[in-house]
Nanobody, 124 residues
Framework: QVQLVESGGGLVQAGGSLRLSCVAS????????VGWFRQAPGKDRDFVAS????????YYADSVKGRFTISRDNAKNTVYLQMNSLKPEDTAVYYC?????????????????WGKGTQVTVYS
């Protein structure tokens, strides 16, 4: 069992930055890939970024490529999402998720554990 807690969300002006953190419980966290997803009101949950077990492979949605960076520190059981050049359309609840596999994935159904999310609001 893996439990996930996200933090770092908030209110930021367009063009600003935020760094989200996802802290995981469980000794096997370092073996698993982790993803970030987001969901805006009335919309489906969308893929944002994914990182493999070692941090050596990453995968991004086109909408965030070049602006967001996913990274991980397995010694701290933590995955980060650095978000730069934020836009109002980035406003959503951001969720981290863990899949019991080592490779990156952008498919929500392939993830086994989810956090409760953290709100990001970008105003113009």
């Amino acid at each position: 069992q893996v439990q996930l807690v996200e933090s770092g969300g908030g209110l930021v002006q367009a063009g600003g930055s935020l760094r989200l953190s996802c802290v995981a419980s469980g000794r096997t966290f370092s073996m698993y890939a982790v993803g970030w997803f987001r969901q805006a009101p009335g919309k489906d949950r969308d893929f944002v970024a994914s990182i493999n077990w070692s941090g050596g492979s990453t995968y991004y949605a086109d909408s965030v490529k070049g602006r967001f960076t996913i990274s991980r520190d397995n010694a701290k059981n933590t995955v980060y999402l650095q978000m730069n050049s934020l836009k109002p359309e980035d406003t959503a609840v951001y969720y981290c998720a863990v899949r019991r596999g080592s490779r990156v994935s952008g498919t929500p159904s392939e993830y086994d554990y989810w956090g409760k999310g953290t709100q990001v609001t970008v105003y113009s």
